[in-house]
Nanobody
Framework: QVRLVESGGGLVQPGGSLSLSCTFSGDASRKYAASWYRQPPGQEREQVAT????????TFPESAKGRFTMSRDDDKNTVYLHMNSLKPEDTAVYYC????????????WGQGIQVTVSS
């Protein structure tokens, strides 16, 4: 059983930066593709970024492109979401998601972490 634990969230001022971490336990992260999702208050959960096992990443919302990047360090069993030029509309609970590259039905969610962008 894989457990994903997010860290690095909190309160940041508009224009600031924050990096979220998602650490795997129970299995090696290199066996998984991973994504970050977010759910703003009162809204649906949306995918923010994804990264393949080989480290190729993509950011999805137009509002996040050029500001958010995803990376991974499999030696640390951790994936990251680096967020720059943060805006109040980036305020959300951010979730880490991982799916096995060997079995697409083998997937996991983290518990979520709050990011609040406010002055």
């Amino acid at each position: 059983q894989v457990r994903l634990v997010e860290s690095g969230g909190g309160l940041v001022q508009p224009g600031g930066s924050l990096s979220l971490s998602c650490t795997f336990s129970g299995d090696a992260s290199r066996k998984y593709a991973a994504s970050w999702y977010r759910q703003p208050p009162g809204q649906e959960r949306e995918q923010v970024a994804t990264i393949t096992r080989l480290g190729d990443s993509e950011t999805f919302p137009e509002s996040a492109k050029g500001r958010f990047t995803m990376s991974r360090d499999d030696d640390k069993n951790t994936v990251y979401l680096h967020m720059n030029s943060l805006k109040p509309e980036d305020t959300a609970v951010y979730y880490c998601y991982a799916r096995s590259i060997f079995d697409l039905s083998d997937d996991y969610w983290g518990q979520g972490i709050q990011v609040t962008v406010s002055s």
